[in-house]
């Protein structure tokens, strides 16, 4: 049995390669680069992705955030199946094509399908280790700003995609203290 580096976001872990799975699943096995290089928010392009809950109904959002600048898209998924979030995100990301490099989900079911989205991407899933949400601070706090909005036991059911536009705009309208008091999709 072979080993490899396995990097999850967060660690890199010596592991069987026919182990992967064991460690986390699904994941991508790579070399420790992008640990060091999307830890670091060097440069644009290291996105994470989530879903926001709402209260009562299977209805979500989806939400992809840039980490160097903030950038954020948001979809409006009807239900947190596969199928529904890769669609809608294929849809988000086909937006700004260009600006994308990587992608950092937490490794729960809606993401289990992530290599749909490689496919007609291109751009590569990673995922990070399980639990410590701090390791993805830039979307935790995007989603604390999202809350604004969509407070917590609020009902996402009736949200529109037009409105899920309207709150990515006011996020990336808002100044950014990390980018010097510019706003995040100026910097995109």
Same mark, same amino acid.
């Given at each position: ?7 999850? /976001?967060?660690?890199? /872990? ?20 992008? !640990? @060091? ?29 840039? @980490? ?16 529904? !979030?890769?669609? $809608?995100?294929?849809?988000l990301m086909m937006r700004y094509s260009q600006k994308f490099k990587a992608i ?9 399908? /992530? $290599? ?19 390791? $993805? ?11 604004? /909005? ?20 006011? !996020? ?5 203290? @990390? !980018?010097?008091?510019s706003h995040g999709g100026s910097n995109l």
């Amino acid at each position: 049995m072979t080993s490899d580096k396995v990097v999850i /976001y967060g660690g890199i /872990y010596d592991v069987p390669i026919n182990d992967v799975a064991s460690v986390t699943a699904p994941m991508t096995v790579v070399g420790n680069e992008r !640990l @060091r290089s999307a830890g670091a928010c060097q440069h644009e392009g290291d996105w994470e992705i989530d879903t926001v809950m709402g209260q009562g109904s299977n209805a979500c959002i989806v939400t992809l955030v840039e @980490r160097k600048t903030g950038f954020t898209l948001i979809g409006k998924l009807p239900n947190r199946t596969t199928t529904v !979030l890769n669609q $809608r995100t294929n849809s988000l990301m086909m937006r700004y094509s260009q600006k994308f490099k990587a992608i950092t989900a937490d490794n729960v079911t809606e993401f289990h399908q /992530y $290599r749909e989205i490689e496919k007609v991407t291109g751009v590569r899933f990673y995922f990070a280790i399980p639990y410590p949400s701090w390791k $993805r601070g830039t979307h935790e706090n995007t989603n604390g700003m999202i809350r604004q /909005y969509l407070p917590k036991g609020m009902s996402i059911q009736a949200v529109t995609q037009a409105e899920c536009d309207k709150i990515a705009w006011a !996020l990336n309208s808002h100044p950014r203290e @990390r !980018l010097a008091k510019s706003h995040g999709g100026s910097n995109l």
